[in-house]
C-alpha cells in the first residue's frame, strides 16, 4: 500500500527535523519545504495528502499560501492543518476561515501529540462517519 | 518675619509661558480663553485668546470636557483626563481651577502634557515583548521536541530519562512564562482586546475542573464542584476567564497539603455570577494579605512549598477580572481552631470571584492568550 503522503511547511530547521523524523518513524512519507513559496510549489507538484503548514515563514506568510491552495482547483481538496507559535484567536480564526482543517500550537504540545493529531485525522478521513 | 512674595512682571509670565513645552491654555469666569501659549495654539490650531472654551472641548469629543471643566471649578479639584490623540500627538489633559481669596473662582488653567513620545516608547517596548515572545518560542519549542525525542528514541538510563524529564518541564514552564508576559504587556499597555462570547459558565467550569483532576488526583485531593445550576449563560472573554479560574484552582489545589480538599461552587447573583473556591490549605498570613496581587510577590507559606512560583498569577488574575468588568477577593483563614496544645489552628482560603454576565467588548490588537498551566 502507498504510504500517507504529507508536506512539512516550516522555516525552523530543528522543529522541520522532528517532525520531519516522527512522521518518518509513523510510517509517513514526509516531504519538507523551508520557506512559503517552495512550499506551494511543493504541494502543487507533489499532491500530498496533507500539509502541515507553519505560519510566519520567509517569502511567503502561510496565510497566503493557504489562500492560495484553496483558490486553486488542483489543490484546493488538500487538507491543510495549520501550525501556529502563538495560537492568538484572531490566528487561529482566519486560518479556519481560510480553509484549513484544524490548527495546532506548536508551543503547546509535545510532538507526539502532534504526531497522534496527524494519524486521527487520517483515521477520521477514512471512516467518514466518524467525522 | 513676614514674608515677601514678588510678582514677576507679565512680560517674563509670558516668556516663561511660551519657552514650555507643554499646552497651556488660561481661562476666565466666563470660561473665556485668555491666554494659550505656542504650543498650545500649535496642538490645538486655536488662536491665542478671545474665544470661548467650547471651540476647544469641540476637538475633544469623546473627553466631555464641558463638564469636567464645570466639575474642576465646582469641587476645587484639578481634573486629569485619560490619553487622548488629537492629530499625530497622545495627551493628558489636566484641569486646574483658579480660585481668588476674596473673588472666588476667577477661571482656570488646562494644561495639554504632550505624551506622544511616552506613547512611542511603549508602543516600542510592547511590540518588542510581542516580537520576543513569539521567537523565543521557536528555539525552546525545539529544545522540547528534540528532548522528546531523545527520551523516545535513545536507550537511557534511569537517571538519563530523568533528566530528560526535566529538560522537558523546564521548557514548558518557560513557554508558559513568556505567554504570561505577553499577557502582562497587552494588559498594562491598555491595548488588549477583550471579545466576549456567548458562554455556558456551568458547562465551562466543569470541562475546566475535570482538566485539572488529574492534578489534584496526583495530590490525593478531592477536587469537588458544587453547583445547582442548570446552566448560567454569559457573554464573556473565554480565555480571559478561563486563565481567571485555572489559576485561582491551581493555586488551591498547589497550597492545600495531601488529603485535602477544594471545593468550586458557582451561582448567580443579579447581573453577575459569583465563583466561589475554598480550599483546606496553608492559608495566606495576615500581614502578607494586602500584597497578595502584586506582580511577583509571592506569600511567605507559598514559597516555603512551592519555590518555582513566579508571583504572576494572581496578579494577572485580577487584571484579567478587571478586563472583563469583574473583581476577586478573599477570606484567610476560613477556619480557626483550638488545638489540642492550646494554641490557634488555622486553615484554609477562600477566593472569590464576581463577573458581570454581559462583559464590554473592547478593541485592542490582540487578545487574551489562551494559558494552560503545565504539569510536572
Given at each position: 500500500?502507498?504510504?500517507?503522503?504529507?508536506?512539512?511547511?516550516?522555516?525552523?530547521?530543528?522543529?522541520?527535523?522532528?517532525?520531519?523524523?516522527?512522521?518518518?518513524?509513523?510510517?509517513?512519507?514526509?516531504?519538507?519545504?523551508?520557506?512559503?513559496?517552495?512550499?506551494?510549489?511543493?504541494?502543487?507538484?507533489?499532491?500530498?495528502?496533507?500539509?502541515?503548514?507553519?505560519?510566519?515563514?520567509?517569502?511567503?506568510?502561510?496565510?497566503?499560501?493557504?489562500?492560495?491552495?484553496?483558490?486553486?482547483?488542483?489543490?484546493?481538496?488538500?487538507?491543510?492543518?495549520?501550525?501556529t507559535m502563538l495560537g492568538e484567536d484572531d490566528d487561529i480564526k482566519k486560518g479556519l476561515r481560510l480553509g484549513a482543517d484544524d490548527y495546532i500550537v506548536k508551543s503547546d504540545h509535545p510532538v507526539g501529540e502532534i504526531i497522534e493529531k496527524v494519524q486521527h485525522f487520517f483515521a477520521k478521513e477514512s471512516h467518514p462517519q466518524a467525522k | 518675619m513676614a514674608e515677601t512674595?514678588?510678582?514677576?512682571?507679565?512680560?517674563?509670565?509670558?516668556?516663561?509661558?511660551?519657552?514650555?513645552?507643554?499646552?497651556?491654555?488660561?481661562?476666565?469666569?466666563?470660561?473665556?480663553?485668555?491666554?494659550?501659549?505656542?504650543?498650545?495654539?500649535?496642538?490645538?490650531?486655536l488662536p491665542r485668546e478671545g474665544y470661548g472654551l467650547s471651540k476647544f472641548y469641540k476637538l475633544f469629543p469623546a473627553l466631555d470636557l464641558e463638564n469636567k471643566v464645570g466639575e474642576a471649578i465646582k469641587k476645587d479639584k484639578v481634573i486629569r483626563t485619560e490619553e487622548i490623540s488629537l492629530a499625530n500627538f497622545f495627551f493628558e489633559i489636566s484641569i486646574t481651577p483658579a480660585l481668588h481669596e476674596q473673588r472666588g473662582s476667577i477661571g482656570g488653567i488646562i494644561i495639554l502634557h504632550d505624551v506622544t513620545r511616552l506613547k512611542e516608547l511603549d508602543r516600542s517596548k510592547t511590540e518588542f515583548v510581542s516580537l520576543a515572545s513569539h521567537q523565543l518560542r521557536t528555539p525552546l519549542t525545539g529544545i522540547r521536541w528534540t528532548a522528546?525525542?531523545?527520551?523516545?528514541?535513545?536507550?537511557?538510563?534511569?537517571?538519563?530519562?530523568?533528566?530528560?524529564?526535566?529538560?522537558?518541564?523546564?521548557?514548558?514552564?518557560?513557554?508558559?512564562?513568556i505567554k504570561l508576559m505577553l499577557n502582562i504587556s497587552r494588559i498594562e499597555s491598555g491595548r488588549i482586546m477583550v471579545a466576549p462570547e456567548d458562554l455556558d459558565l456551568v458547562k465551562f467550569t466543569k470541562e475546566l475542573i475535570s482538566r485539572l483532576q488529574t492534578l489534584s488526583e496526583k495530590k490525593d485531593l478531592k477536587l469537588i464542584f458544587t453547583n445547582h445550576l442548570k446552566k448560567l449563560a454569559a457573554t464573556t472573554d473565554r480565555n480571559a476567564l478561563d486563565y481567571i479560574l485555572q489559576d485561582i484552582i491551581r493555586n488551591a489545589i498547589e497550597y492545600t497539603p495531601q488529603g485535602g480538599k477544594v471545593e468550586v461552587g458557582i451561582e448567580k447573583k443579579n447581573n453577575a455570577a459569583f465563583f466561589m473556591i475554598r480550599d483546606t490549605g496553608i492559608g495566606i498570613p495576615k500581614q502578607e494579605q494586602v500584597h497578595i496581587f502584586e506582580k511577583f510577590f509571592r506569600a511567605s507559606n507559598a514559597a516555603a512549598v512551592k519555590t518555582d512560583g513566579s508571583g504572576l498569577g494572581l496578579y494577572i488574575a485580577s487584571q484579567a477580572?478587571?478586563?472583563?468588568?469583574?473583581?476577586?477577593?478573599?477570606?484567610?483563614?476560613?477556619?480557626?481552631k483550638k488545638t489540642t496544645a492550646g494554641g490557634d489552628a488555622e486553615s484554609g482560603s477562600t477566593f472569590y470571584i464576581e463577573i458581570p454576565l454581559v462583559a464590554k467588548a473592547q478593541k485592542g490588537e490582540k487578545g487574551f492568550v489562551p494559558v494552560y498551566l503545565q504539569d510536572k
Open positions: 500500500m502507498e504510504k500517507i503522503k504529507i508536506v512539512i511547511v516550516e522555516d525552523d530547521e530543528v522543529l522541520a527535523k522532528v517532525l520531519y523524523t516522527e512522521l518518518f518513524d509513523a510510517g509517513f512519507d514526509a516531504l519538507q519545504a523551508f520557506d512559503g513559496e517552495s512550499g506551494l510549489e511543493m504541494v502543487k507538484s507533489k499532491h500530498p495528502d496533507l500539509v502541515l503548514l507553519d505560519l510566519v515563514l520567509p517569502k511567503k506568510h502561510g496565510f497566503e499560501v493557504l489562500e492560495e491552495l484553496k483558490k486553486f482547483p488542483g489543490t484546493k481538496a488538500i487538507p491543510v492543518i495549520v501550525l | 512674595t514678588k510678582i514677576l512682571p507679565q512680560d517674563v509670565i509670558t516668556t516663561i509661558l511660551s519657552s514650555l513645552t507643554d499646552g497651556v491654555i488660561i481661562f476666565d469666569a466666563k470660561k473665556k480663553v485668555i491666554l494659550a501659549n505656542p504650543a498650545a495654539m500649535s496642538f490645538t490650531g522528546e525525542l531523545f527520551l523516545e528514541k535513545e536507550k537511557l538510563t534511569e537517571s538519563g530519562k530523568k533528566y530528560l524529564r526535566d529538560i522537558i518541564y523546564s521548557a514548558s514552564r518557560l513557554n508558559t512564562l477580572a478587571g478586563l472583563i468588568g469583574g473583581k476577586i477577593w478573599f477570606k484567610s483563614p476560613n477556619l480557626v
